[in-house]
């Protein structure tokens, strides 16, 4: 990023001509060699830069002093920019010098050297540093540091020398921006005061000058002159003082101002009137320009001397304006009385103009004498001349000014030009600025009442509100009716001006502004005062006394209320079209306004007379701001909060050296940002680019006390800044303790709303005016106070709240006693206006700046980069406008936290099912292949045992792994996630309730399979036996024919075949015998529903089988006779045949999701366990469970489950009955005819088998166990694939895809069957979307990669076969079978055959078998290509309908009052919400009387003051904005931008006639704003809603 400020031209061309020469001479001058040493040379052309000085680094944050000469002029700036009294104090401590201590310290031998300066040749004078900082640094720099050592008492710069060249400058505009307050003789009584800029106050300045050498110390003396008795400071550097006594190399010829300035206390003033002292350091014979310039600007000027030359015409020659007091030492040697007589007559000087310190007079005695000529001065001077009218006399000598530049002069012109015509500002604000005022308050109001509904009455919310955004336009139609005034086109203009001369038009409006308003406010306060003290209380007096107060709010103007005005400018033209002229012509206002916040100006962030921030000017700026820096720069922010006039803005601008408004005259209205660039050096310890300095108005101003919603007042702004804060400092002075109370409740207040909403806020309390050095011990029972003034405060916050579960602070926040408290002394040292800034004050201010940077240091993860905080400021102002904050906030940054650990943690959880699904297809294999591969148990009930424990371990491991997933993403430091950490246990817990659910449903599956497996043992034994039997009577037949001497022909071995063939099956087949399934369900059904009660057992005695036999329809009869006499009026809600209604929507959606699950699992052809049963009355509780809102009755449950369960009985008992029939041993053994006796025919005919069985095998055997294997793997893929694509990534997505899709149809009777059908119409459009998703080459994919899976399995099974090398082909085919048994179920009868095969050569098969396996997967793979998605759907085990259904759909709850669908995302989430509330008239609400469609919505009702009765109320009124005591786990966030709900309101004003028709009710009246909605704004809205970018 470049300099914050361009270089201002120098205002020593000359000078620089100079030194440029001197560049390329050998010859070295002086100032290059101090500049050199001090590290300063390149900066003498580029000039150092305020805004270079006020960066954060590694200086900022450490206390290392000086170790060489380079190091002292930053030393010196860090210390004056924190105004330290110490700051000249500068000098370094080389290494070798504290050896050479240690060294001499050993022995007393060396005792000379005790008489050796103290010096080394290389320290330097204090006043050489500040000579060279002023001569390297631009005009604001210096600007800066003269304030900043007026402030410290310190002399200041008059005129500024170069030393190369003996010529000076004027330093005017340094010395402009020191304003002082003083009190004359004249206002004693009154205590009345003058403030005003020192530069035009008219002063007597007396002057103090060297001749020759002298032996007096003429700058400790004037120290001692200015001093009193009990406030001694060292105003100019002197030889006394550290390294004042260094030899000056660059700063002789510097003339040096300070002023005295009375308190009005005549025990105390040292002058009674007020005084300039300057002090010219060298010898003026050697300065003559200074001289002149001082006798020609000063009242008198006080001659030190030793040594008088009797012609001395450097004295006698001038033409003196000022007085000339000669003052020499009669102790020195030096002095000649002759001379001095000589000099005395030349000059005309008397007795009284020459004072001697003779041996009889002290240094005390010497000053008083001192003290009473320069009072006789003052008090008689007849020459008061402001500093900015020397200008004069500095061009006459050839001095030049530092206002010289034609930046400096263009800016000041064009100030003047607009503060020129400012006489009345009241008036001159309503002509000028006509934007602001009252129609800023106005709309302020109509925001906040758009988000509150207080005025709202019997009104329509909707047709109020469409109201309120009319008045809204016609407010800013009236800004826009106004032409841009005369001072803001000049104003705008001079802002568009190059950086520099920017600055300096900014700086003199400023200063402008602020000297008119300070003599406007002052002429005011005193009417105020004379008013307050008339004893006359009559009504007209309080009246006037009003006035007077309203004209003080009205009579302040500053430089805020211009940018103030061309924010709404601005706001005003973005509400125009964009074809509009003037939306086109300003569109650039922001861009300006955020360079001169990259430059380091303050922006006003909250409005302080509307109480508002313009929202769309402060973001656009930000936005402006963030293309002029990196888009990845983070920053953090610090903010105060205190009570009024409690020096906030004195502390921050002592903290960072910035200078925020702190005049008596204007207190800080509203909040002021401000950002101060991080140094490379420190931004990896604070991570971050930029500090964000937030200052704020006072709490608990007199102003807003008189207000009914001050509290209210102060507490948006506590909770605004607090939001955007990183850290907070509250600043506390100890003599307002009686106002803590107040601002601890609000403060504490704000760190609550900030902890619900995913903020971690931090704090640091700060005590002023505390000076014992035992501060932290004595109040040690203060701080155990503040903590419990702390926990009652969060007590109360948390009441008013309605989150009574915080009880302590240390709930909200982390926070501890004796580290989170820091005291500082008070600001003055002494009694202003001539007290310097407490030395203790800025030591206090330092160690709390680096406090606080090591607690953001440590916070840096919840650095934000400027769009995120822009994000914060605009949510948090949006909820702050409503009364519920914490129900209000809606924030995108937390949104979009929530969406990522939503999104990891779907992936973690479909990883895990994933695992478990393969280890349950795994182990389910193992199950169908026991008993027909080698197990290691001998029990199919042991098998069971071992899986269930095994899955069991699985899914600890599974749960400890999401779990660890969940702890590792909180510890992450990228990123925020701390925002959403509230979110961390309803996520745990989803996690826990997941390994349950899945546990629940593995230990079924294995249960059933186990069952099925042993029920299929039996038929297997038979199958088994009677194969075996065949096998024999083959080979029997086999020998038998052989043994014939006739030539067996093919048709008479085919007759031998038939005749054995019958012969064997007409023996006895075992009936299998059949389960009577609706007996078993009906046991199932009892068994659940007598945990009901005894009623619910009665009323499942009724027979099963006459169930289910016409559609459900429950009976709404008994609802009708409760209701009959209750007369429903328009806010009712809930009618008796809404409830009727809501029930058997309920039940038919149920009935839908059980027979899909039936359907599934009759497709399947598996026989029937009752833990398909189970598994529906459980999804059937599950369901009913989901949607308590809807009341249900045991008749209506049980009612219900007998349907569903009679018809699924009937379903499971014809699967039932399929499957013994599939499965008939006879039915089997007849199927396989045809291959035993072509195994028959082959073995007689001793023809080779291999190629054919090997087909046999591939085709009979492998091939369906294949299909199977990749059929039931291709499910989770396919999950895979979808949840991959946009809209079936997360729920939210989800739900943006679905209504997307909608507004794009534009179909009627799709809204029709989303709003009444929600989750069968959704459940469609999945396998609607995946129809279109899903690809032929996409599944083929999966299904290759199975494919291949499976052939690499058979292949090394028959490898390892092979290298057995033993046994017959039936040995050869188990061990095949052996170690494919975890992987591939080969069905038992497709082996049948291949018992009785013999000639075939084990290894020539195994060849044969391997070629056929290949041209199976060729042959699979052909077959996939051909089949149709919709297919392969209904062939997979897994089903990703049904699981995408279960993941997108979520919880099922609805809305209570609209029935808009939840999307939390956490399977077990405690708190339900939505992003799309919709007019209640969609679900079929009615006004009762005209029955029109009710066009109210849920997110406006729940902040009115509008009541609900419904059968949850038991049907008694209820208030909306406490719904959350009867629906505590919905959360419904008012519409905070107002155009979340355009959706629905475009729907129902598109279908407004339609659904009206189809409801049996009449057409809502559509509120006008609703007609305006486009199908654009609506997928804007849908956009913004939904967090889609």
């Given amino acids: ?266 025990n105390t003033d040292v002058f009674s009137e007020a005084v300039a002292v300057a002090n010219l350091r060298g010898d003026m014979a050697s300065f003559e320009t200074q001289f002149s310039f001082l006798c020609q600007t000063s009242e008198a000027v006080f001659v030190f001397f030793d040594s008088l030359d009797s012609e001395c015409e450097l004295l006698t020659n001038q033409n003196h304006k000022a007085q000339i007091f000669l003052v020499g030492n009669h102790q020195s040697q030096r002095l000649s009385m002759d001379a001095l007589k000589k000099v005395a007559n030349k000059l005309n000087l008397t007795k009284s103009h020459i004072l001697l310190k003779t041996k009889q007079m002290n240094d005390a005695d010497f000053v008083k004498n001192l003290r009473i000529k320069v009072s006789s001065v003052v008090e008689d001077s007849k020459k008061k001349v ?70 709202l009455g019997s009104q329509n919310i909707e047709m109020y509100k469409t109201d309120l955004q009319k008045q809204k336009v016609k407010l800013r139609e009236k800004q826009n009716s106004h032409d841009m005034s005369k001072a803001m086109t000049y104003f705008i203009s001079a802002i568009s001006r190059p950086g520099i001369e920017r600055c300096y038009f900014l700086k003199w409006m400023r200063m402008n502004l602020d000297n008119l308003s300070r003599q406007k406010l002052c002429d005011l306060r005193e009417a105020y005062k004379n008013k307050k003290q008339n004893k006359n209380k009559s009504p007209q007096n309080n009246e006037e006394i009003k006035e007077i107060d309203q004209q003080l709010s009205n009579s302040s103007l500053g430089i805020e209320h211009f940018f103030r005005e061309m924010g709404q400018i601005y706001e005003a033209s973005v509400s125009l079209p964009e074809t509009n002229p003037s939306h086109q012509q300003l569109k650039d206002l922001p861009r300006l306004c955020a360079q001169l916040l990259l430059d380091g100006f303050p922006l006003e962030l909250v409005d302080g007379d509307a109480s508002n921030i313009p929202l ?254 822009t994000e914060w400021i605009r949510s948090l102002w949006k909820a702050v406008k409503h009364e519920n904050f914490i129900f209000s906030f809606r924030n995108s940054l937390v949104a979009n936290e929530y969406m990522k650990l939503s999104t990891e943690f779907n992936k973690w959880e479909w990883a895990f099912k994933k695992e478990m699904y393969t280890w349950t297809k795994t182990a389910e294999t193992k199950i169908s292949n026991f008993g027909n591969v080698e197990s290691e148990e001998s029990d199919i009930g042991q098998l069971h045992t071992r899986l269930k424990s095994e899955a069991s371990s699985e899914l600890s491991k599974g749960e400890t792994k999401l779990l660890k997933n969940l702890e590792e993403y909180f510890e992450q430091t990228d990123g925020h996630v701390y925002l959403v950490e509230a979110y961390k246990e309803v996520f745990a817990n989803s996690a826990k309730s997941l390994c349950r659910e899945i546990e629940s449903s593995v230990h079924n599956q294995l249960t059933a399979a186990t069952d099925v497996r042993r029920g299929m043992a039996n038929i297997d034994q038979i199958k088994v036996k009677h194969t075996k039997e065949l096998r024999e009577r083959v080979r029997a037949l086999i020998e038998e024919c052989r043994k014939k001497k006739e030539d067996m022909t093919d048709d008479k071995l085919n007759k031998e075949f038939d005749k054995m063939w019958n012969e064997t099956v007409k023996e006895h087949f075992p009936k299998q015998e059949t389960t009577d399934v609706m007996a078993s369900v009906s046991l199932c059904l009892n068994n659940n529903v007598k945990q009901k009660g005894s009623h619910a057992c009665e009323l499942s005695q009724k027979s099963l089988q006459d169930c289910g036999k016409i559609p459900f329809k429950y009976p709404a ?111 089997c053994l007849n199927q396989n005819k045809e291959r035993f006796r072509v195994n028959f025919k082959d073995e007689f005919l001793k023809r080779d088998q291999c190629q054919k069985k090997a087909e046999e095998f591939t085709d009979h055997c492998l091939k369906p166990a294949v299909k199977n294997s990749v059929n039931s793997s291709l499910g989770p893929d396919i999950v895979d694939e979808m949840r991959r694509k946009f809209q079936f990534s997360t729920r939210m997505f989800f739900q943006y895809s679905v209504l997307l899709d909608l507004l794009k149809k534009d179909n009627f009777e799709d809204y029709l069957s989303y709003i009444s059908s929600y989750q069968q119409y959704v459940k469609k459009w999945i396998l609607n979307e995946m129809d279109k998703l899903l690809t032929n080459e996409s599944v083929s994919e999966f299904e290759d990669k199975h494919l291949r899976s499976s052939i690499k399995s058979i292949n090394d099974a028959v490898y390892k076969a092979q290298e057995k090398k033993k046994g017959n082909l039936q040995g050869f085919i188990k061990h095949i079978r052996q170690e494919l048994g975890e992987k591939l179920v080969i069905s038992e009868d497709s082996l049948g055959p291949f018992r009785i095969l013999n000639n075939v050569n084990q290894e020539q098969f195994a060849q044969e078998l391997t070629e056929c396996v290949k041209d199976m997967e060729e042959d699979l793979k052909e077959e996939f290509k051909i089949t149709n998605i919709r297919t392969k759907l209904t062939n997979l085990d897994v089903n990703p309908q049904n699981e995408l259904f279960k993941k997108l759909v979520g919880c099922g709850k609805l809305c209570p009052f609209c029935k808009a669908p939840c999307e939390a995302e956490a399977t077990k989430h405690t708190e339900h919400k939505t992003s799309f509330h919709r007019p209640q008239g969609l679900d079929c609400y009615r006004c009762d009387g005209t029955k029109k469609l009710v066009i109210d919505i849920c997110t406006s009702l729940v902040i009115s003051n509008n009541r609900f009765r419904c059968r949850d109320t038991n049907d008694k009124w209820h208030p909306f904005k406490e719904y959350t005591k009867i629906y505590k786990e919905w959360k419904i966030a008012p519409d905070t931008s107002l155009q979340d709900s355009d959706y629905w309101k475009y729907v129902l004003n598109r279908f407004n006639h339609k659904f009206a028709k189809a409801y049996d009710g009449q057409s809502a009246e559509i509120p006008d704003t609703w007609k305006t909605i486009t199908k654009q704004n609506v997928e804007q809205s849908l956009k913004r809603s939904f967090n889609v970018s």
Avoid at 697 to 703: F, Q
């Fill in 386 to 455: 402001e500093i900015e009218q020397m200008v004069s006399v500095a061009y006459e000598l050839g001095i030049q000014v530092d206002e010289d530049s034609e930046e400096c002069k263009t800016a000041k012109k064009n100030a003047d030009a607009i503060t020129a015509e400012i006489k009345d500002i009241p008036e001159y604000k309503e002509a000028q600025l006509p934007l602001q005022g009252e129609i800023l308050k106005d709309l302020t109001c109509l925001e906040k009442e758009e988000c509150r509904l207080r005025k």
């Fill in 616 to 869: 769309r000017w402060v973001t656009d700026v930000l936005s402006e701001l963030n293309k002029l820096v990196s888009p990845e720069n983070k920053i953090l922010v610090v903010t105060v909060l205190g009570v009024q006039s409690t020096g906030k803005s004195t502390l921050l601008n002592t903290m960072f050296g910035v200078q925020f408004a702190v005049s008596s005259g204007r207190c800080t209205r509203g909040a002021f940002m401000l950002l101060i660039k991080v140094n490379e050096d420190v931004k990896k310890e604070l991570s971050c680019d930029f500090l964000m300095i937030i200052d704020t108005e006072g709490l608990k101003s007199p102003e807003l006390a008189k207000l009914d919603n001050s509290y209210e007042h102060d507490n948006e702004l506590a909770t605004l800044v607090v939001g955007l804060s990183d850290i907070t400092i509250i600043n506390i002075a100890m003599e307002n303790s009686t106002e803590m109370t107040d601002i601890l409740q609000i403060v504490v207040h704000a760190f609550l709303r900030m902890k619900e909403v995913g903020k971690k806020p931090r704090c640091q309390f700060v005590h002023q005016n505390v000076a014992d050095v035992s501060a932290p011990e004595k109040n040690l029972r203060e701080r155990e106070m503040l903590l419990e003034q702390l926990n009652e405060m969060t007590q109360a916050a948390a009441k008013m709240e309605k989150k009574e579960e915080y009880k302590s602070f240390t709930d909200v926040m982390e926070y501890n006693a004796d580290t989170g408290n820091m005291y500082v002394p008070g600001l003055w040292n002494g009694s202003p206006p001539m007290a310097p800034v407490n030395a203790g004050y800025s030591e206090a201010v330092h160690e709390l700046k680096k406090n606080t940077l090591q607690t953001l240091g440590n916070c840096g993860s919840s650095a934000n980069n400027i769009s995120e905080f």
């Fill in 1117 to 1227: 009869e008994g609802m009708y006779k409760q209701t009959k006499q209750t007369k429903h009026r328009l806010r009712n809600l809930f009618r008796s045949e809404d409830e009727v209604a809501a029930l058997q929507q309920m039940a038919d959606c149920i009935i839908s999701d059980c027979e899909q699950f039936v359907n599934e699992k009759v497709e399947r052809k598996n026989n029937y366990h009752d833990t398909l049963i189970e598994e529906i009355l459980h999804m059937i509780d599950e369901k009913l469970k989901m949607n308590q809102d809807v009341k249900t009755e045991t008749d209506f449950e049980v009612s219900l489950k007998q349907h569903i369960c009679a018809n699924a009985a009937r379903d499971f008992q014809r699967m039932h009955e399929e499957f013994i029939q599939m499965n008939n041993p006879y039915r």
């Fill in 1 to 266: 990023m470049e300099e914050a400020e361009e270089t201002p031209p120098s205002p020593w061309p000359d000078i620089e001509d100079e030194y440029q020469q001197s560049d390329a001479n050998s010859k070295e001058t002086q100032l290059e060699s101090l500049l050199k040493d001090l590290g300063l040379e390149h900066l003498y052309q580029e000039k150092l830069s305020l805004s270079k000085i006020l960066q954060i680094d590694e200086k900022t944050i450490t206390d290392d002093p000086p170790k060489c000469p380079s190091d002292l002029p930053w030393y010196f700036l860090k210390k004056l920019m924190m105004v330290n009294v110490t700051a000249r104090n500068v000098q370094f401590t080389s290494s070798c010098d504290s050896v050479s201590d240690a060294e001499s310290d050993g022995t007393g031998s060396d005792l000379d050297s005790l008489l050796d300066s103290p010096h080394s040749g290389d320290m330097l004078n204090p006043l050489d540093i500040i000579t060279a900082l002023f001569l390297c640094s631009d005009g604001f720099l210096q600007q800066e540091m003269a304030l900043k050592m007026s402030m410290c008492q310190f002399s200041v710069p008059l005129l500024l020398p170069h030393c190369d060249t003996k010529q000076c400058t004027l330093m005017l505009w340094a010395l402009r921006d020191i304003v002082k307050k003083y009190r004359p003789p004249s206002l004693s009584e009154s205590k009345g005061f003058i403030e005003d800029r020192i530069v035009v106050s008219k002063l007597p300045m007396v002057s103090f000058v060297r001749l020759g050498e002298c032996s007096l110390s003429k700058s400790e003396i004037l120290n001692k002159l200015l001093s009193n008795s009990q406030q001694y400071h060292d105003t100019f550097v002197h030889q006394d003082m550290e390294n004042g006594d260094c030899p000056r190399q660059i700063s002789n010829g510097l003339a040096e101002i300070a002023w005295y300035l009375p308190c009005g206390n005549t």
